[in-house]
């Protein structure tokens, strides 16, 4: 169990760091929530999505790896240079504190109507495919044949913590969420994270 809770640790502080940036996904999964319009449906397309797209990168990035070592150390690189470039803008950010605002007071506009706008902010999103295939896929593949399953197991928990906290305490939190203190210190922790997560990819593909 010691073993595999690297794994589960690096999956789950890789994904809650990607998760937690204010974004259009995160807007939209706070809006139902004070709403209180399809939260649960919301929630669960969400992680399920998820879901599906880590364990395809994983499972795909390390098909991919095991076929050509020069293409392992270039996704290795590619994904050094992507940490980095996220870290550094969550920093940036940091230091331009604002906050999440959303639109509230709108009728419902039904269930079909909502889950097609959850399904646009999530796979319409460029940057998922890059979070999760890529990047998460990335290091994903990396770990030992046997303890992937608990990178992926980890990932999925951090997606499955956040969005049910944002989907289900999303209208008591979101005085919280409007305060640009909050997300400064987040932007600040997902910084820090996102450049130690590059110098651990950058020393495992040197070795």
Same mark, same amino acid.
Do not use: E, K
């Given at each position: 169990?010691?073993?595999? @809770?690297?794994? @589960?640790?690096?999956? @789950?502080?890789?994904?809650?760091? =990607?998760?937690?940036?204010?974004?259009?996904?995160?807007?939209?999964?706070?809006?139902?929530?004070?709403?209180?319009? +399809?939260?649960?449906?919301?929630?669960?397309?969400?992680?399920?999505?998820?879901?599906?797209?880590?364990?395809?990168?994983?499972?795909?990035?390390? *098909? &991919?790896?095991? +076929?050509?070592?020069?293409?392992? +150390?270039?996704?290795?690189?590619? #994904?050094?240079?992507?940490?980095?470039?996220?870290? !550094?803008?969550?920093?940036?950010?940091?230091?331009?504190?604002?906050?999440?605002?959303?639109?509230? #007071? !709108?009728?419902?506009?039904?269930? /079909?109507?909502?889950?097609?706008?959850?399904?646009?902010?999530?796979?319409?999103?460029? +940057?998922?495919?890059?979070?999760? &295939? =890529?990047?998460?896929?990335?290091?994903?593949?990396?770990?030992?044949?046997?303890?992937?399953?608990?990178?992926?197991?980890?990932?999925?928990?951090?997606?499955?913590?956040? @969005?049910?906290?944002?989907?289900?305490?999303?209208?008591?939190?979101?005085?919280?969420?409007? *305060?640009? /203190? !909050?997300?400064?210190?987040?932007?600040?922790?997902?910084?820090?994270?996102?450049?130690?997560?590059? =110098? /651990?990819?950058? !020393?495992?593909?040197?070795?």
């Amino acid at each position: 169990m010691d073993i595999a @809770f690297g794994p @589960f640790a690096l999956g @789950f502080s890789l994904s809650l760091g =990607l998760l937690v940036a204010i974004g259009a996904q995160n807007a939209f999964v706070l809006r139902q929530a004070i709403r209180r319009q +399809h939260v649960l449906a919301v929630v669960l397309w969400c992680v399920l999505a998820d879901a599906v797209l880590v364990i395809v990168g994983v499972c795909g990035v390390a *098909r &991919v790896l095991g +076929h050509s070592p020069r293409l392992s +150390h270039a996704l290795a690189l590619a #994904g050094v240079l992507f940490l980095v470039a996220y870290g !550094a803008r969550a920093l940036v950010h940091a230091r331009r504190p604002r906050g999440l605002v959303t639109a509230v #007071g !709108a009728p419902d506009p039904g269930w /079909r109507a909502v889950m097609l706008q959850a399904a646009a902010f999530t796979l319409l999103n460029p +940057h998922v495919y890059l979070d999760t &295939v =890529l990047l998460v896929g990335n290091l994903g593949a990396r770990q030992p044949a046997g303890l992937r399953v608990w990178f992926v197991a980890g990932a999925i928990a951090a997606s499955t913590s956040w @969005f049910v906290l944002l989907g289900f305490g999303g209208r008591w939190l979101a005085p919280c969420f409007a *305060r640009a /203190r !909050a997300w400064q210190i987040l932007d600040m922790l997902t910084g820090t994270t996102m450049c130690v997560l590059a =110098l /651990r990819l950058l !020393a495992g593909s040197i070795v």
